[in-house]
């Protein structure tokens, strides 16, 4: 599965993208796997509410299952326009 | 239309190139935003966006506003990469027959594009850096449509 | 900015020399208006308007708009004359720090323009001339600011 | 004073201005003397709640007092924008 971080969470986990090998169910699950790996990951994801994520491009909930997906991307609330 | 790019563009060419493609329209909208150098020592802003997704959260803004409204047609075209202050970030354009569906068209593009397209704004200074923060109000605009 | 003419003028050229003029502002609305066909046999739309009245009026509707909102800058541009189908009949600017002082103002001076500046439009065709008549909903609009 | 007509106004007067002596007090006085004068008139203002009145180039209502002013126009509900 790749996983994408864009703006400050890219900048705190230091990589805009990596192949992640999981098992996990939902985001929330594969969140909890990032966190238990480094300590740049646990800063990044320590409050989810503060983030947004996306599925295959499309956004989604931190209780989405990963079935299927093949690109994950975790991000800031957006500031376009 | 849909554009993302790290070019600039000329604002009044696309209006005049937009008008000119919806013939029989009557009303045409434009909304340009350009960066503000609000603390007043902004060296450059910097536009982050998420490929794919981008192009894919615009074309659903629009095809929502075209069937929200009655449009002849909706052009949005946004900016990534870095910018200096007043330069041109992005450009809506709606046009119809009717003035009021131009308008609360462009509205809502506008509302939209500031919440639910994957970009992030980032204000250098001589001092540093920082991400723009989302705003609660921008999200909170979002429950009037 | 206020401009009463019988010359076309280029939108897109006045978009941006409007926004160049309005450096900090961040937010630029553009309106522009144009002749429509609805009966599909126009010959031309005739626009009389009443000289002297016609600035006065513009002004006082900027002013206004410039009063109610935190504007860097607002512009109207109004032609008479004989037009054709899609020929750009008006436009109106504003510019902001904010984008809704931006739409709003747009909103009001469009608003405004319709009910309040001294010009009649009339519709040529093969069949005759009829003048355009005045909505109800055009003076009811007013009662929103 | 200067009078003026303008739109179907002009029309249906047939001239887009004229002097008119006068010593109507009120826009309405000033329509009675018109309209006595010629059919042409009276077609015009056949219905004044369809018509609008400038006193010196402001808006104005057809019971305001004339004194002093020097423009008086008429015309129907304005179409711009």
Redesign the interface.
């Known amino acids: 599965m790749q996983v ?1 971080y ?3 969470v ?1 900048e705190r986990i230091g990589l805009p993208m990596e192949e992640v090998e999981t098992q996990a169910s939902t985001v929330q699950d594969l969140v909890a796997e990032l966190v238990a790996r480094e300590a740049r990951y646990e800063m990044a994801f320590a409050d989810t509410s503060a983030l947004r994520v ?1 599925l295959d ?3 989604a909930d931190f209780d989405a299952p990963l079935d299927g997906v093949r690109e994950v ?1 975790f ?7 | 239309m849909i554009r993302v790019q790290a070019m600039p563009f ?7 190139t937009f ?1 000119a493609s919806v ?15 609000v603390s007043g020592g902004l060296s450059e802003m910097e536009i ?1 966006h ?1 490929p ?2 981008t192009e ?2 615009l074309g659903a803004i629009r095809a929502d506003a075209m069937g929200r409204w009655d449009l002849a047609d909706a052009m949005i075209i ?1 900016r990534f990469g870095a910018l200096a202050a ?1 330069e ?3 450009m809506v354009a709606t046009a119809s ?1 009717h ?1 009021k569906d ?2 609360e068209a ?2 809502f593009l ?1 509302d939209y ?10 204000e250098v200074t001589k001092d540093g850096a920082d ?4 705003k609660d109000s ?2 909170d605009a979002l429950t009037r449509w």
Not at chain 2, 23 to 37: E, H, I, N, P
Not at chain 2, 113 to 122: E, G, H, I, Y
Not at chain 2, 131 to 134: E, N, R, T
């Open positions: 994408m864009f703006a400050w890219r996306a491009q499309e956004l991307a991000f800031p609330p957006m500031t376009g326009g | 000329d604002p009044g060419g696309e209006l005049n008008t013939a029989g329209a009557g009303a045409v909208m434009s909304f340009t935003g350009l960066v503000r150098d982050e998420y794919g997704m894919k959260a946004h007043n041109v970030i992005m027959r003035r131009a308008f462009a509205d506008m594009l500031k919440s639910r397209a994957p970009f992030w704004k980032k991400w723009v923060a989302a921008d999200e």
